[in-house]
């Protein structure tokens, strides 16, 4: 019988230890540093994100603070407001929301917010800390998938693990910490010629290519676990990259929605977290 | 017929190209600024690679200075020397060398040296580079095993390689090297329960795990081309990962010694010469 791997659950444990830690700091400090989301200009979707962001954090205690720069903002203005927020004391986290206007590099927040205050885990620092074993704030989509086989207690150890997909915010930092667990990873992309012999002997297959229907019920097995970090509006629903056809032909998978999603922001907030602890030691 | 890999032809095309670089900057600054390398204390294989980069870099007339510390130097004092490098204008390239005393963490240069003076591109900044896909300054082992495989026309993209080792100075980035290169890459080691069954069914086989033997001729096909990095001595001779017999069953491979360790210094002198060119700009 396959087994749903529903996110909410893995996500609640995530926040209610979240709260405990929270309810500790106010002991301890009284006043909690704020998480700031930096927006720039009025991008519905970055607007939309930041209200998600700003629930979050309110649901766990974590103060909320939007710092909105104009759409002609310049690369010293932005810098400038970067750098503030991380002298800032009172500020323990920094979400830069993309997309930026185009004078800003995409990069850019990558190279100059403040690693320790990087909650997104995306700086250069950060990613090269993730590679080598000792990240305290880690990209939220893949460890909430890997949060997820925690939580359902499907081994990492000596497995094999196909992840398709080669971007820098899941399926390269999902190689990482998975390879950290002892798994033997494989990336693959749209340039793999013959994906399908590649998910079929995985133990694991992890799907973050954004194409609806790329795995289908012969790319699988009965024992086979997915994890669908696809995100694709389809006709008005929200569509992973597995064909609905998988769902009774694997051991276990993540829905979408109700999947991998729903654990990415409660990562968010347990990085939030690790970085107020990082800002109290 | 096997092809032998051999490094040499690799290196001095590298180093031709260096050189000719060198002679503009020469022509175009009158003075070159200097590959700086650190040492600590008096550990002899640290010393014998000093002696190495130093023929090296003058080999192509880059100037070579050498700082020693003294073994009990002191976290804040071993500070002070890097940032007093990084601040230097006469100083292109900084290289640390290992192992370091007790006292100073093995990971301290790769967050406190200069990104741009890193040589050696094993900073926290330059992985992430790397995994970004945007480095200039890469790790000099793994970019020379591509640089054979460029120079001897074997393609990469679309073919499926399988490296054996994790380690962030070889496996890992040549991993993210290769996927730049549209190559489908897994990354096998100790705890990969069996290694055959991926080393068969790769076009290509990089070894860096440091065991002597671990590749036997059933582990590889016709077609195979392998990438030896390992670099154990064995009663007195330097020893790579492959077995003797796997040369035979082979496509193409690297010799050890003789191969990709050849090229290792070739791109240690181009990533100077990079650096250079960025210290111009």
């Known amino acids: 019988m396959t087994v749903m ?51 979050t954090a309110k649901s766990v205690g974590i103060p909320f603070l939007r710092i909105d720069l104009p759409a002609a903002v310049t690369i010293d203005e932005f810098d400038a407001a970067i750098e503030q927020l991380n002298q800032d004391e ?20 990558s190279e100059i917010v403040a690693p320790a205050k990087d909650i997104d885990g995306m700086t250069l620092v950060n990613i090269g800390l993730l590679a ?7 990209p939220s989509t893949p460890a909430g ?19 398709v997909g080669r971007s820098l915010v899941v399926g390269k930092p999902l190689a990482m910490m998975l390879l950290a667990e002892d798994a ?22 992890a799907l973050a ?23 694709t509006m389809v006709d008005g629903s929200m569509t992973g990259d597995a064909d609905p056809t998988v769902a009774k032909a ?3 998978f993540t829905p979408v929605p109700g999947g991998t999603g729903i654990v990415t922001n409660a ?14 030691c």
């Open 267 to 280: 990562i968010l907030v347990r990085n939030i977290v690790a970085a107020i602890r990082g800002s109290i």
């Open 250 to 252: 694997v051991a276990a």
């Open 90 to 109: 009172t500020v323990a986290g920094i979400i830069v929301l993309q997309p930026l206007p185009p004078q800003i590099p995409k990069s850019r927040p």
């Open 145 to 163: 998938g890997v949060e997820i086989l925690h939580h359902y207690q499907i081994p990492i150890a000596g497995k094999y693990v196909v992840i």
């Open 5 to 55: 791997l529903e996110g909410r659950p893995v996500a609640r444990a995530i926040l209610d230890q979240a709260r405990d830690d929270i309810t500790g700091f106010v002991t301890q400090l009284g006043l909690l540093p704020s998480l700031a989301v930096v927006n720039t200009g009025n991008e519905p979707s970055a607007l939309a994100y930041a209200r998600a962001i700003a629930r």
């Open 132 to 138: 080598a074993g000792t990240a305290t704030l880690v």
């Open 209 to 231: 290519a954004g194409k609806p229907g790329l795995l289908t019920e012969d790319m699988v097995g009965p024992t086979s676990v997915v994890l669908d970090f696809g995100v």
């Open 184 to 205: 033997t990873v494989t990336l693959c992309h749209s340039r793999t010629p013959n994906l399908k012999e590649f998910t079929r002997n995985a133990d694991i297959v």
